[in-house]
């Protein structure tokens, strides 16, 4: 069975820095896809970026880039330039990469964002 | 541009009473998703529909009971609630294909 690990409950970076919030997976697939999503207070799920597990490429969405490491099933996501703003809930998610795949979600990591 | 929209938005019920969750997806969308958020959790997928057929099945007690029309949109039934039921229920959808899931902003159940 497929499985994601997020091992920072919490985590704090001050305005303007950078941040890098860990994930890592278990899987047998070879063809999936990882997502990093935002859940700020209102509870709305918010996709951040996606990384296709065939492309060796980073992804990278302006100051949200992944560090995807397919060997060591390892999906981190940097935040660059951090704003009040990105403070929120991140959850890392897989899915397997067949049709209509649902997502397997990380227990989540906590941002807060101090000014 | 058009969003995935979910009714009701706030729902308030008592223990063994049942529940109609409507979910209406993005249009041209034929895949629609849904996860149960318990508080303090992670979202867990319920169940799956392509295509108005169920494609996917995951942890959805045997007292829910979901189906999708032929308009898309789609209807999470919860009957004999309980109080561990109260959760946020998000519906998503996608196009197939596509391997992005457009998320609802949810409804609140709260069973007292």
């Known amino acids: 069975a497929q499985t994601v690990t997020q091992s920072q409950p919490e985590m704090s970076v001050q305005e303007a820095e950078t941040v890098t919030l860990s994930c890592t997976y278990d899987t047998s697939e070879s063809d999936y896809y990882l997502f990093w999503y935002k859940q700020p207070p209102s509870r709305q799920m918010i996709l951040v970026i996606r990384q296709e597990a065939y492309k060796q490429q980073n992804a990278t969405e302006n100051r949200f880039s992944v560090n995807f490491q397919k060997a060591a099933k390892s999906f981190s996501l940097k935040i660059s330039d951090s704003q009040l703003g990105d403070a929120a809930m991140y959850f890392c998610?897989?899915?397997?990469?067949?049709?209509?795949?649902?997502?397997?979600f990380g227990k989540g990591t906590k941002l807060s964002v101090k000014p | 541009a058009a969003g995935v929209i979910q009714s009701p938005r706030h729902l308030i019920k008592e223990k063994r009473e049942t529940a109609t969750l409507k979910c209406y997806p993005i249009p041209r969308h034929d895949t629609v998703y849904w996860y149960q958020q318990g508080p303090g959790q992670d979202p867990q997928f319920l169940i799956s529909f392509y295509e108005k057929m169920q494609s996917d099945k995951g942890s959805i007690p045997d007292r829910f009971s979901a189906q999708q029309f032929s308009d898309y949109h789609s209807e999470l039934n919860m009957s004999s609630l309980e109080l561990g039921d109260s959760a946020l229920y998000f519906c998503a959808s996608s196009r197939q294909g596509d391997s992005e899931q457009y998320f609802g902003p949810g409804t609140r159940l709260t069973v007292t």
């Open positions: 998610a897989y899915a397997y990469g067949g049709s209509q795949g649902n997502l397997i």
